[in-house]
């Protein structure tokens, strides 16, 4: 990664500024139970918050993804359930016909009335043609005994796919609940400390101007057309972004599917991975744990999607996010 080696610094924390004039300006109450914090634990406290949400949000992330699989296939297997429960009902009511004629004629099918008294070319007519309703009647039977087991068979699985939709739903549930709680710690920090960006969701952003190629350069123009809208958990766009939202909606625009996840999207660049250190313009980095990831840029930055608070950006590749980083994917 050009120049990413050479690069030195701290992370610029876009809270410090404020955290200090805050924190510096309170006086001591007598008396207080507890004292502010100072800078430097309002930094730390605010990043411990930051690097939390990231594994929870992808995790929301996550069971969201499984849940909306889950709802799909259920969807899917009911259509056809429904279609076959329309097939077997067809069948039933011509098997319930045959059954009628059998009471109504006597015998199966008033066989009498096809073997009569007459010329041998009649009665042999008759048999041949008694044969063929009873072929066409044993092909009935079976048919709606087929369509009745393929829809017993299709109704279990779709209670199987429907139990694990509710499954994944309640884990978003919890998830979502985990995440909405420390949002609020993050909500509440910033805002006392008058650092909390809401954003511009209708930001038109700023002009990639780097020297990508092909698709890496349309979804590195994608990114940076996002640059000033809001960060917010879950969020796909087109007003707001988090993370994998941001990276999976600037490659789709180049042409390229990526999953939705960060842990999805490093599973599926596993023959794609490159270090960091080699890392060009376009390509995904992720950060230890799979909790966040950015694409770069290029000349040691990255543009991606933060933290609550915060909205999408370039930054420099500094210390922090060189020991931060765990690899690259080339998509």
């Not at 924390?13 to 404020?18: M, P, S």
């Given at each position: ?31 207080a139970a507890l004292a502010d914090p100072t ?267 933060p933290q609550t608070g915060d909205v999408v950006k ?18």
């Open positions: 990664m050009a120049g990413l080696g050479r690069m030195a610094g701290v992370m610029t924390v876009t809270v410090t500024a404020a955290v200090t004039v805050a924190v510096t300006g309170a006086m001591a109450v007598p008396g800078p430097a634990q309002a930094r730390a406290k605010l990043v411990k918050l930051n690097e939390q949400a990231d594994q929870l949000v992808e995790r929301f992330n996550q069971a969201t993804e499984t849940y909306g699989k889950a709802r799909k296939k259920y969807e899917k297997l009911d259509t056809e359930l429904r279609a076959k429960q329309a097939q077997a009902e067809a069948l039933r009511g011509e098997v319930a016909e045959l059954a009628l004629n059998d009471y109504q004629m006597g015998g199966p099918l008033g066989w009498q009335r096809y073997v009569v008294q007459g010329r041998p070319e009649a009665m042999l007519g008759g048999m041949a043609s008694l044969e063929q309703i009873m072929l066409d009647r044993a092909a009935k039977v079976r048919a709606f005994h087929s369509a009745t087991e393929d829809l017993r068979k299709r109704r279990d699985a779709a209670k199987g796919v429907l139990a694990e939709a509710e499954s994944a739903r309640d884990d978003v549930r919890d998830e979502k609940s985990k995440v909405d709680k420390l949002v609020g710690e993050q909500t509440k920090l910033l805002r006392r400390l008058g650092a909390f960006n809401t954003g511009n969701p209708r930001s038109t952003g700023i002009t990639y101007t780097g020297p990508a190629s092909g698709n890496a350069r349309q979804a590195l123009q994608f990114a940076f057309a996002q640059v000033g809208k809001p960060y917010r958990y879950g969020g796909t766009g087109p007003g707001s972004w988090d993370c994998s939202g941001l990276a999976q909606a600037a490659w789709r625009a180049a042409g390229v599917r990526l999953p939705r996840t960060t842990y999805t999207q490093w599973s599926w660049g596993a023959a794609r991975r490159v270090p960091v250190s080699q890392a060009q313009p376009g390509d995904l980095l992720f950060s230890k744990g799979l909790g966040h990831m950015g694409l770069y840029v290029g000349d040691g930055k990255m543009v991606h999607a370039v930054v420099v590749l500094d210390d922090y996010w060189r020991n931060r980083l765990v690899g690259a994917v080339r998509p």
